[in-house]
């Protein structure tokens, strides 16, 4: 069984249906799932980075200034 974990944070409260030009953060562990991945770099994250994320292992990106963070929580 694969789990997706992403999470994406806007400035203010949005329509699910607006998100996308109003997200300001992103959060990702490793996806599999291609709609997944198409989401998450439709938002501006690197599909082939989230994608190779190894297990525990997470990216974060803040939209507006471009800053990218990797990290792991186990």
Same mark, same amino acid.
């Given at each position: 069984?694969?789990?997706?974990?992403? =999470?994406? $944070?806007?400035?203010?409260? /949005?329509?699910?249906?607006?998100?996308?030009?109003?997200?300001?953060?992103? %959060?990702?562990?490793?996806?599999?799932?291609?709609?997944?991945?198409?989401?998450?770099?439709? =938002?501006? $994250?690197?599909?082939?980075? /989230?994608?190779?994320?190894?297990?525990?292992?997470?990216?974060?990106?803040? %939209?507006?200034?471009?800053?990218?963070?990797?990290?792991?929580?186990?």
């Amino acid at each position: 069984m694969a789990w997706s974990c992403s =999470l994406a $944070a806007a400035a203010e409260p /949005v329509e699910w249906g607006d998100y996308q030009r109003k997200v300001t953060e992103l %959060v990702s562990f490793q996806l599999l799932e291609p709609s997944a991945l198409d989401r998450m770099e439709a =938002l501006g $994250a690197d599909r082939a980075v /989230v994608a190779a994320l190894p297990k525990g292992w997470f990216i974060s990106y803040n %939209v507006d200034s471009g800053a990218e963070k990797k990290g792991r929580v186990f």
